[in-house]
């Protein structure tokens, strides 16, 4: 049996008959060159769980990367839950090693705690070297019945009372709209246990929470069309960075505002202050640059080259771009600088924004950092 993107279910029942420790494929005699992985396996960790918005991800491009590494290497998934994403980060951080055949995709969910200084982390992004970005955008909608068709009926919003928002939990992609309602002045109860945005979705849908976002892919095959049946009202995209690292409106949605646009039309005022500063960080963190493809910043320079230059195919290659809207969006990933400047602004930020961020969590959710 298979998955939809063609990784044999076997495969994952191979590579734990291999062996369990992380970096097992390294320990095998010879290095691999930038030419020739023939004959090798490469461990792609995925820190989440079978199934999940990470691991679809990375399935995604596994038949390319297999396609355009030299030498055709076996490349194997291999998932490793808890913490969020954090235990098996942890693991990659202390155990991957700079020979080319264990590489680390990450997520928000993972930038988030090392950003905000989660005791429970054990890794440093400045000791890794990115190979690929992989932005995502999302989508604010709310009830047609709430009577609210845009950023000039904020005095309608936030004098609404009863307003709900489904959440997966504090510090989880949800911190970008949670600190977005703040900024809006609108006053909406964050009922946290989602177990995935798509119950959010479905809890919209069912009018126990009148306000909601999906991420581009979900909103385009899922909100869309209640958008056309008149059940939901969209507000504004998060929006998207261009190469510049600049905030403009996101190309999958034209014709709505990006964030910083509805917020400044809401308040007359361009947007400024600590909380608007911390709703940046975790926007570029949670969306504009929200996962990456990372090796120990020790690998050789000819190896990491290998990989830069086998998501460049990827990226160019036909049937990729024709299958990658429903998994990634119509969303450019990057390689090369840009991929660095997306790295450096997802995993940077300053002391001052980290602790009013922290002090907002307690505030907001009654919430310590490393406790669940």
């Not at 930038?111 to 989660?118: K, S, T, V």
């Not at 390689?335 to 969590?361: H, I, K, N």
């Amino acid at each position: 049996m298979a998955d939809r993107e063609g990784v044999p279910h076997a495969g994952r029942r191979d590579l734990i008959r291999l062996g369990a420790g992380l970096g097992l494929a390294a320990a095998l005699p010879g290095g691999a060159s930038a030419q020739d992985f023939t004959g090798r396996t490469i461990e792609w960790i995925i820190p989440m769980s079978v199934g999940g918005g990470s691991d679809t991800w990375a399935r995604f491009h596994l038949p390319f990367m297999n396609r355009h590494m030299p030498g055709n290497p076996t490349i194997v998934i291999r998932n490793i839950t808890g913490g969020g994403g954090i235990n098996g980060t942890n693991q990659f951080a202390a155990r991957a090693r700079p020979d080319g055949l264990t590489i680390l995709g990450t997520t928000a969910s993972i930038q988030f705690p090392f950003l905000l200084g989660d005791p429970r982390v054990r890794y440093d992004y400045a000791n890794w070297v990115p190979v690929l970005a992989s932005p995502t955008g999302g989508v604010m909608y709310i009830r047609p019945e709430i009577g609210v068709r845009g950023p000039g009926d904020i005095a309608r919003l936030r004098a609404t009372t009863g307003l709900k928002f489904g959440s997966q939990g504090p510090t989880s992609l949800d911190m970008v709209p949670a600190l977005a309602f703040d900024l809006l002045g609108i006053d909406v109860q964050v009922v946290m246990g989602m177990q995935g945005r798509g119950q959010g979705r479905l809890a919209f849908e069912r009018g126990e929470t009148p306000i909601d976002y999906q991420t581009s892919s979900a909103y385009i095959s899922q909100v869309m069309p209640l958008v056309r049946e008149g059940k939901a009202v969209p507000l504004c995209s998060w929006g998207s960075l261009n190469d510049a690292g600049e905030l403009v409106r996101d190309s999958n949605f034209p014709d709505l505002p990006h964030f910083a646009e509805f917020l400044q039309a809401a308040t007359g005022r361009a947007p400024s202050g600590p909380a608007w500063e911390a709703w940046k960080a975790l926007f570029i963190a949670g969306f504009g640059a929200q996962k990456f493809v990372v090796l120990p910043k020790t690998t050789p320079a000819n190896l990491v080259n290998a990989y830069k230059e086998a998501f460049r195919k990827t990226i160019a290659d036909a049937e990729y771009r024709e299958k990658r809207g429903p998994v990634i969006g119509e969303y450019n990933e990057t390689v090369g600088e840009p991929a660095d400047r997306a790295y450096a602004a997802a995993t940077t930020m300053s002391p001052e924004v980290r602790q009013w961020t922290r002090d907002w969590l307690q505030r907001r959710f009654n919430h310590t950092l490393g406790r669940e």
